[in-house]
């Protein structure tokens, strides 16, 4: 017999074999444990992309427009003396650039309603929205 008190090595020794086992133990444990993963949950109509080949090509070419626009703004507001002079200008640029995605989105959309109802630009959003056309 040994007198010797148990260290935490041997402890964690001890617990690990325990551990082994019971991984190579019969399945019926598996079956009551949670499981780790999730589903993701489906996405939203709005963000389902449409089956509408020339829809979603209408939509990558707002993009491009979008990305044009974007790189011309950067450069532009890369110079002090035209931020000075047309900072106005620019933020409408900017503004041009934000619409022309989010009508992009709109487009790509197999749910085109939906997709309005995500944009977070109030304005857009309101004239998109109401009754009359004119």
């Known amino acids: ?8 090595w041997d402890e964690a020794a001890r617990q690990t074999l325990e551990d082994r086992a019971s991984e190579t133990a ?8 949670k499981a780790i993963r999730r ?5 939203p109509a709005a ?3 449409t089956e509408d080949a020339l829809r979603a090509r209408l939509a990558e070419e707002l ?5 044009m626009l974007d ?7 890369s110079d002090g003396a035209v931020v000075v ?3 106005t200008a620019l933020q409408s640029v900017d503004i041009v650039g934000q619409m022309l995605g989010h009508i992009a989105n709109i487009i790509r959309s197999s749910d085109p309603e939906g997709a309005v109802e995500l944009i977070g630009m109030s304005e857009l959003k309101a004239r ?6 004119r």
């Open 1 to 8: 017999m040994n007198n010797r008190s148990t260290s935490f």
């Open 26 to 33: 019969p399945e019926a444990d598996s079956s009551q444990r």
């Open 39 to 43: 589903e993701a949950p489906p996405l």
């Open 47 to 49: 963000l389902v992309p």
């Open 63 to 67: 993009e491009y427009a979008r990305r």
């Open 71 to 77: 790189i011309m703004g950067d450069t532009l507001a």
């Open 85 to 87: 002079r047309h900072g």
């Open 128 to 133: 998109l929205q109401r009754r009359s056309i």
